[in-house]
């Protein structure tokens, strides 16, 4: 068991992701062994590259927690920072940002795979 603080991953635990080649974060839909949903963990990353038996994306370090209730939890903003004076690109910082912004735009009006979330 790993206890993040916001949420508790378990062994047995579930993940159901998705990747897109057009969007700069991929998001995991996470369910405990009984079918019980614990929320999502986004990561901001570059476009995913997709192959036959691979998928490859760069991890721009951003990650967003959002709970079952659809509250979003913004994480790692301290190493982002950090990275991006001393590692990203202009594009990567650019793209991140945005990505991060479309992500929290996604939560928030309950599209896609956040519209299971009951409207506030």
């Known amino acids: 068991m790993r206890d993040l603080?916001?949420?508790?991953f378990e062994?047995?635990?579930?993940?159901r992701e998705?990747?897109?080649t057009d969007r700069w974060f991929n998001i995991f839909a996470i369910t405990n062994v009984i079918g019980t949903h614990k929320g999502w963990y986004c990561n901001v990353t570059e476009p995913a590259q997709l192959g036959r038996d691979y998928i490859r994306q760069v991890d721009l370090l951003l990650d967003v927690w959002v709970s079952p209730a659809g509250e979003p939890l913004v994480l790692d903003e301290d190493e982002f920072a950090i990275a991006a004076v001393t590692a990203l690109t202009e594009r990567q910082?650019?793209?991140?940002r945005q990505g991060l912004q479309m992500l929290l735009q996604m939560v928030e009006a309950r599209q896609e795979v956040f519209s299971s979330l009951a409207h506030r």
Do not use: H, L
Request: charged residues 5%; proline residues 6%; glycine residues 12%.
């Open 5 to 8: 603080g916001y949420t508790c």
């Open 18 to 20: 998705y990747y897109y």
């Open 93 to 96: 910082q650019i793209g991140a």
């Open 11 to 15: 062994p047995q635990d579930q993940f």
